[in-house]
C-alpha cells in the first residue's frame, strides 16, 4: 500500500490524472504570467483569448475538450495552440515519472519534486515565446527551496555530503537544519556558477551573455538540488543548449541560402553562415536549464553512476 490507502497501482493513476488538472492550471500560468495586464487569478475564470469569451467546464477537461472541440474555441473557431494539450500531458508524464522513481515511502519527496518540475514547464514555455523567465516562478523557488527542505529533509538524502558521511553504509536520516544548509548552498552555488559565466561572457564579448532570469532560476534549482547537483544539470543544459544552437544556425543557414536564390541575391556561403550566426546565437537558455535541471531531479543515481562518482 502507498499514499491515501491506494495501491501503488491507482496511485500512479490518480497522481498522473492530477497531473493532467494541473497542466491545464499551467496553461494559465503560461499565458498570463508575461501579460503584465492579466494574473494567474485576473480574470479568476478561463476566456479565449479571441473573443474574450468565459469558457465552460466542458471546454477545460484536459485534453479531451482540446480534441472534441478540434483545436478551435466553441465561440469564434478562433485555433487554440496544441501547446494546450501538450503542456497537460508533458506535466502528467512528468508527474508520473517522479512518483515510479521513488519508493513508495516517499510521497513527501514526490510532493516537492512534482511542484519543481510543474515550475520548470511554465518557466519553459515562456521563455521559448517571450525570452523570459516570470519571477514567480524563479523567486518563488528561491523563497520555497529552503523552506520545503526543512519541511522535507529527505530531498537532500543523497547529496554527495551525505554519501562522505555514511562511507559505503547505509545513508543516514537527513537532519532539517543539514537539508536547509545544503539547500542555501546550492543556492549561491547555482546562482553564482551561471552569473560567473555570464561575466566572463560579458567580459569576452562585450555583452550580455546571461540573463538575471537564468541566474535566478539556478539559484532555485540548486536549493532543491544542492551544490554538486546543480552544477551537474548545469553542464548537462549547457550540452543541449549547444546542440541545440548548432541545430538552430544550421536551420538559420538553409533558409539564408534559401532566400538568397530565390531573390537572386548575390553572396556565397560564408556570408549565409555570419549572418546565421548572428540570428541563431538568441535561443533561449532557460528550457535548458529546466531539461538539466529536470533529469538531474529525476534520475540522479544513474547519472552520477554514469559519471562514475559512485
Given at each position: 500500500?502507498?499514499?491515501?490507502?491506494?495501491?501503488?497501482?491507482?496511485?500512479?493513476?490518480?497522481?498522473?490524472?492530477?497531473?493532467?488538472?494541473?497542466?491545464?492550471?499551467?496553461?494559465?500560468?503560461?499565458?498570463?504570467?508575461?501579460?503584465?495586464?492579466?494574473?494567474?487569478?485576473?480574470?479568476?475564470?478561463?476566456?479565449?483569448?479571441?473573443?474574450?469569451?468565459?469558457?465552460?467546464?466542458?471546454?477545460?477537461?484536459?485534453?479531451?475538450?482540446?480534441?472534441?472541440?478540434?483545436?478551435?474555441?466553441?465561440?469564434?473557431?478562433?485555433?487554440?495552440?496544441?501547446?494546450?494539450?501538450?503542456?497537460?500531458?508533458?506535466?502528467?508524464?512528468?508527474?508520473?515519472?517522479?512518483?515510479?522513481?521513488?519508493?513508495?515511502?516517499?510521497?513527501?519527496?514526490?510532493?516537492?519534486?512534482?511542484?519543481?518540475?510543474?515550475?520548470?514547464?511554465?518557466?519553459?514555455?515562456?521563455?521559448?515565446?517571450?525570452?523570459?523567465?516570470?519571477?514567480?516562478?524563479?523567486?518563488?523557488?528561491?523563497?520555497?527551496?529552503?523552506?520545503?527542505?526543512?519541511?522535507?529533509?529527505?530531498?537532500?538524502?543523497?547529496?554527495?555530503?551525505?554519501?562522505?558521511?555514511?562511507?559505503?553504509?547505509?545513508?543516514?536520516?537527513?537532519?532539517?537544519?543539514?537539508?536547509?544548509?545544503?539547500?542555501?548552498?546550492?543556492?549561491?552555488?547555482?546562482?553564482?556558477?551561471l552569473y560567473g559565466?555570464?561575466?566572463?561572457?560579458?567580459?569576452?564579448?562585450?555583452?550580455?551573455?546571461?540573463?538575471?532570469?537564468?541566474?535566478?532560476?539556478?539559484?532555485?534549482?540548486?536549493?532543491?538540488?544542492g551544490g554538486p547537483?546543480?552544477?551537474?544539470?548545469?553542464?548537462?543544459?549547457?550540452?543541449?543548449?549547444?546542440?541545440?544552437?548548432?541545430?538552430?544556425?544550421?536551420?538559420?543557414?538553409?533558409?539564408?541560402?534559401?532566400?538568397?536564390?530565390?531573390?537572386?541575391?548575390?553572396?556565397?556561403?560564408?556570408?549565409?553562415?555570419?549572418?546565421?550566426?548572428?540570428?541563431?546565437?538568441?535561443?533561449?537558455?532557460?528550457?535548458?536549464?529546466?531539461?538539466?535541471?529536470?533529469?538531474?531531479?529525476?534520475?540522479?543515481?544513474?547519472?552520477?553512476?554514469?559519471?562514475?562518482?559512485?
Amino acid at each position: 500500500m502507498t499514499a491515501l490507502g491506494l495501491s501503488r497501482e491507482l496511485f500512479l493513476v490518480w497522481w498522473g490524472t492530477m497531473g493532467l488538472f494541473v497542466g491545464s492550471f499551467l496553461n494559465v500560468a503560461i499565458h498570463r504570467l508575461p501579460r503584465p495586464d492579466l494574473g494567474v487569478s485576473k480574470p479568476r475564470r478561463s476566456f479565449c483569448p479571441g473573443c474574450r469569451r468565459q469558457l465552460t467546464w466542458r471546454e477545460n477537461v484536459p485534453v479531451l475538450s482540446w480534441v472534441l472541440q478540434r483545436g478551435r474555441c466553441r465561440g469564434c473557431r478562433t485555433r487554440i495552440p496544441v501547446r494546450y494539450p501538450l503542456v497537460e500531458v508533458l506535466t502528467a508524464g512528468l508527474w508520473l515519472l517522479a512518483a515510479w522513481s521513488l519508493p513508495e515511502d516517499s510521497v513527501g519527496v514526490v510532493m516537492v519534486r512534482t511542484l519543481v518540475l510543474s515550475g520548470l514547464v511554465v518557466a519553459t514555455f515562456v521563455d521559448f515565446e517571450f525570452f523570459e523567465i516570470p519571477d514567480e516562478i524563479s523567486i518563488g523557488g528561491l523563497v520555497l527551496a529552503p523552506l520545503l527542505s526543512l519541511a522535507v529533509p529527505e530531498l537532500h538524502a543523497e547529496s554527495a555530503l551525505s554519501r562522505a558521511f555514511a562511507a559505503g553504509a547505509a545513508l543516514p536520516p537527513m537532519e532539517r537544519g543539514d537539508a536547509v544548509m545544503q539547500s542555501l548552498i546550492g543556492m549561491m552555488v547555482g546562482a553564482g556558477s551561471l552569473y560567473g559565466i555570464g561575466l566572463l561572457g560579458r567580459l569576452a564579448f562585450g555583452r550580455d551573455a546571461m540573463g538575471l532570469g537564468d541566474v535566478k532560476l539556478m539559484g532555485a534549482a540548486g536549493g532543491f538540488l544542492g551544490g554538486p547537483r546543480v552544477l551537474v544539470a548545469l553542464v548537462l543544459a549547457s550540452f543541449f543548449a549547444s546542440l541545440a544552437g548548432l541545430a538552430n544556425i544550421g536551420r538559420l543557414y538553409l533558409v539564408v541560402r534559401h532566400r538568397d536564390r530565390a531573390r537572386g541575391r548575390s553572396g556565397g556561403p560564408g556570408q549565409a553562415l555570419a549572418r546565421a550566426r548572428v540570428a541563431g546565437r538568441y535561443v533561449p537558455f532557460g528550457p535548458y536549464l529546466a531539461l538539466g535541471i529536470g533529469i538531474v531531479l529525476l534520475y540522479w543515481n544513474d547519472v552520477r553512476d554514469w559519471l562514475r562518482w559512485s
